[in-house]
């Protein structure tokens, strides 16, 4: 046997929900499952989204033999422009994925120099030393495949986001017999979705929203708008289907919802007739109950067309009186908060706001418990490597795996970063990557450190303070009284008071001349307005010399 071993290397995904990244590394060879991003917490302001840490890679670029992504979500594409931009390898993708993935790339302008081969599920992929089996699964976006991976080490199933529905939207279950045939040849390694591993049961079928959606339509007596992710191609059918019954037209509010849908229509993954679908411009001149608007910004996210919308900040368009919002979507963990503040937005604006809790307007995309005991029952591997989660979800899909009989030791729950090796079918733990969050930051990459966020954090928690002082150049003596500014610095009790006290505290500091004035007034003054108020704006010094 070769001493060469398998070595799997998650460079996203485990920990964590979003920004999935998976390298499977035999010898100098290399195979990327997916490149996601994240959508970053509230409290990191100011960030458009966090990619995988793939620094690992940086002096392996000619290892990569090829780029496989599973489906066309944001939480497995949404990286690739920046892996491809430092990395150039061929990509592999099923049509729909592939298009959605040539809208990203064609945007940085990297389309013509990367190699995108095209997949069907059925279909196999020689690619280094992997042999890549593409088979199909259910999710909420169609054209999506988990992989049957097998390398010199062995067989490995890597299952991307999937469940078993029965009455997928695409008409497409879940490819049960490949799941099978490969069980057969012996599986090394199951790598498997924990997103709702704190599930019981089933998760419910696309289908269950038809009715749901239907009840809206039938009720609703001014315009509707429903808010989704714009890369869930299956909700904008279902919307389109339902549309199309109540006599209303549909409009895509929003380039990324519109690229895709066009894309999805192009590729015969979306089908909407042609005199259903009209500009958002057309749509605003039609009479409220003919129309349907369909737009991003589930998430709360302040600056999404959602967010403007709560607010009264949007440009095209305000929420009416009358207007029905429905939010097709689950807050990704750590957003609860400002979805609800923005649905509490809409009420107050006079729409009328449909959401999960109140009716199925939503249905996950993921497995749920029991579905993850059939796939490890279909599958029967060896090893098991929960992925996609959090580390309350990947420890939870461990028991479930456990409950289906794999043995303990058998079972590794890992995070971001712990490499795990497979050399004469044993499995064993490897080295600890160190990793982090990247920050994107508009067009940045990366240079949003960890000082930044901070900064943006304090002031945004706590506003800024900000001191100018007038010098006499000859005295070096103050010629002024401090000139104290604050934004956002919110206290309870005396501002004046407050602001009499730092003054005076101010002067007595420069008074005493012990003080180099921008480098030391700053944490002085920081520690004195804390101790005050227990708040911690940012400050600034500035002088001014006369
Ligand atoms: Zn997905
Ligand atoms: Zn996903």
Redesign the pocket.
């Known amino acids: 046997m070769s001493d060469k071993k398998l070595r799997i290397i998650p460079l996203g995904g485990l920990g964590e929900v979003g920004k999935?990244m998976m390298a499977y590394e035999y010898g100098e060879n290399i195979l990327i499952v997916d490149t996601?991003l994240m959508f970053p917490e509230n409290d990191m302001l100011g960030i458009d989204y966090i990619i995988p840490d793939f620094h690992y890679l940086d002096d392996k670029a000619s290892w990569v033999r090829g780029v496989v992504i599973t489906h066309g979500?944001e939480?497995?594409t949404g990286a690739i422009y920046h892996l491809l931009e430092k990395i150039n390898a061929p990509v592999y993708a099923t049509r729909l994925t592939r298009g959605l993935v040539e809208l990203k790339l064609s945007r940085g302008g990297l389309l013509d120099k990367i190699k995108l081969h095209t997949v069907q599920a059925g279909e196999m992929a020689n690619i280094g030393p992997f042999q890549v089996e593409f088979f199909h699964v259910c999710h909420s976006i169609p054209d999506g495949v988990g992989l049957g991976i097998t390398t010199p080490a062995g067989l490995v199933i890597h299952s991307g986001?999937y469940k078993f529905d029965h009455t997928p939207v695409d008409g497409w279950p879940t490819d049960y017999a490949k799941l099978a045939e490969l069980a057969k040849r012996g599986v090394l390694a199951l790598l498997a979705d924990s997103?709702n591993a704190d599930r019981p049961g089933w998760t419910p079928s696309e289908r269950v929203i038809d009715p749901a959606f239907d009840e809206v339509f039938r009720s609703a007596k001014g315009r509707i708008i429903i808010a989704s992710f714009a890369s869930l191609i299956s909700r904008m059918q279902q919307v389109g289907n339902v549309a199309a019954r109540y006599n209303r037209k549909m409009a895509f509010v929003g380039t990324s919802m519109q690229d895709n849908a066009k894309m999805a229509r192009k590729l015969g993954y979306l089908d909407l007739p042609d005199d259903l679908v009209i500009p958002v411009e057309q749509a605003l001149n039609l009479k409220d109950r003919e129309v349907v608007l369909m737009s991003t910004g589930t998430q709360g996210e302040p600056t999404s067309i959602m967010g403007r919308l709560s607010t009264g900040t949007n440009r095209q368009f305000d929420i009416a009186q009358g207007d029905t919002v429905v939010l097709s979507s689950h807050p990704i963990p750590g957003n609860e908060e400002s979805v609800y503040r923005t649905i509490n937005r809409l009420f107050r604006r006079g729409a009328s706001v449909i959401y999960e809790n109140i009716a199925p307007v939503h249905v996950s995309g993921h497995a749920s418990q029991e579905e993850m005991k059939l796939l490890l029952h279909l599958v029967r591997p060896k090893y098991f490597i929960p992925i996609?989660g959090e580390l309350r979800h990947l420890k939870q899909h461990a028991n479930i795996a456990r409950q289906v009989g794999i043995l303990d030791e058998n079972i590794a729950v890992i995070e971001n970063g712990q490499v795990v090796e497979f050399k004469d079918g044993e499995m064993s733990l490897g080295e600890r990557l160190p990793g982090g969050y990247i920050f994107v930051d508009g067009a940045g990459v990366g240079d949003v450190g960890p000082t930044v966020m901070r900064e943006r954090e304090a002031l945004a928690r706590d506003g800024f303070v900000l001191v100018n002082l007038t010098i006499d150049s000859k005295t070096k003596r103050l010629r002024e009284d401090p000139e104290i500014i604050t934004r956002g610095f919110t206290y309870t009790g005396n501002g004046d008071d407050l602001m009499d006290a730092t003054r005076k505290m101010v002067k007595d500091v420069i008074k005493r001349g012990d003080v180099d004035l921008e480098a030391d007034l700053e944490p002085t003054i920081k520690s004195f307005l804390y101790n005050k108020t227990r708040r911690r704006p940012m400050i600034f010094v500035t002088t001014s010399l006369h």
């Open positions: 999935n996601g979500h939480d497995h986001d997103t996609h």
